[in-house]
């Protein structure tokens, strides 16, 4: 679950009974003052709070989400290295992408791009690179003598769609497999049912293969084509 983390530690131990076992945190900032300045609202120490809760309840590792920008937080970016020292981190370093239209992304580009092509550049000295999963979409490293580990997502500079196998459930009920693509599929009404629930994910993995669905109070049928 990808959260900002304002609310999180106080709920955090009831979603571990509910099965959660991994958790992002959004923090692009180890600075009260920009955290404000960035979200609009107070609420850093809570963040921190929500990732410390995290590891206390089992989350190995607790992800912590920070997305680099040029002038703003990249003179922070080894206090966030700091982080998974004594503690089961993941400090996932997330390039700056172009969402609302915000198209500035250019410079930040080769921060994160030299940063992350070898555990031996001057920025990170002691950076060991570390065996992915193929579905990752990061560049996963662990500094010599820490518990935790951190990555870099180039997605803008090294495009990782191919590898890529993300479903997202989005706090509005929707699916999405990609962040840039068009609006997702509604699975509220599914979760009612088994049959609508099954369709909806096939709704958004394979929607060129959905022929029809047909319904009514007492049955789902959709047709698929397989060729």
């Known amino acids: 679950m990808a959260a900002n983390g304002i609310t999180l530690a106080r709920k955090l131990p009831e979603l571990k009974e509910c099965g959660l076992t991994s958790v992002n945190i959004s923090l692009d900032t180890l600075v009260p003052a920009k955290f404000e300045f960035l979200t609009r609202r107070k609420g850093h120490e809570r ?26 937080n990249d003179d922070y970016i080894c206090d966030f290295v700091e982080l998974t020292r004594d503690k089961p981190i993941n400090v996932r370093f997330i390039e700056f992408m172009p969402f609302d239209g915000n198209v500035e992304c250019q410079e930040t580009r080769s921060l994160l791009t030299n940063a992350g092509q070898s555990g031996k550049g001057k920025l990170f000295p002691g950076l060991k690179r570390l065996q992915d999963h193929p579905a990752d979409t990061a560049k996963n490293f662990r500094m010599a003598g820490h518990i935790g580990t951190v990555s870099f997502m180039t997605s803008m500079t090294e495009h990782l769609c191919a590898g890529c196998n993300r479903l997202r459930l989005l706090a509005d009920g929707n699916f999405k497999v990609c962040l840039f693509g068009p609006s997702g599929v509604n699975h509220i009404l599914p979760c009612h049912s088994d049959l609508l629930l099954n369709f909806s994910f096939l709704q958004v993995i394979e929607p060129d293969h959905i022929i029809a669905i047909a319904s009514s109070s007492a049955v789902c049928v959709y047709y698929v084509c397989l060729t």
């Open 47 to 72: 963040v921190v709070d929500s990732i410390n809760t995290a590891v206390d309840c089992g989350s190995n590792p607790a992800k912590v989400n920070c997305v680099v920008m040029r002038g703003f």
